[in-house]
C-alpha cells in the first residue's frame, strides 16, 4: 500500500519506519532494521531520504519537568492587542513558554507555560497583560499521550 504525502509516495516500509522511529528516536538502524525486515544499511539511507524530503523534522528529548524542579504548569489563552509579529517577538521573549498554537475562538494563541514557582508564573501573566488580554489555568496532571502517525493516520502508542 502507498499513501501520498507532499506529492511523494512513501511505501508501507517507510512508513514502518517512521512508526519505530515515532515510539523510539533513539533505535539502532540495526534494531529498526531487524522489526521491518530491512538491513541497517537499507535503513540507514531510507531515513536520510526521509529527512532530506521533510518527511523527519528533528530527534527530540523528553525531560522529566518535575524534577527539574518545573512543577507549576500552566496554559494561557492570550488575546493579543499588538499585531501579529510584535506578539511572536513577546512569546519568543518569555524563556517560560515551551509550547503555543495559534487558535481560533476567542483567544488568539494557547501558550503552555511551565515555570518553578508561582511567583513566576504571575510575573509571565503580567508581562502578558501588557500586551492584551489573559485566561489562566493551571494544568493538574500533565500526561503526554504519544501519538504514532501511521499511515491510516493516528494510532494511540
Known sequence: MHKTINHKVLDDLSWHILEELQRDGRLSTAEIGRRVGLSAPAVADRILKMEEQGYINGYRTVLDLDKLGLSIRAFIFFKAQVKHAEMMDLIGSIPEVIDWHTVTGNYSILLKVVTASSARLAAVVERLEEFGETNTSLI?????????IGPEGPIIA
Open 140 to 148: 493538574l496532571a500533565d500526561k503526554n499521550v504519544q501519538t504514532i
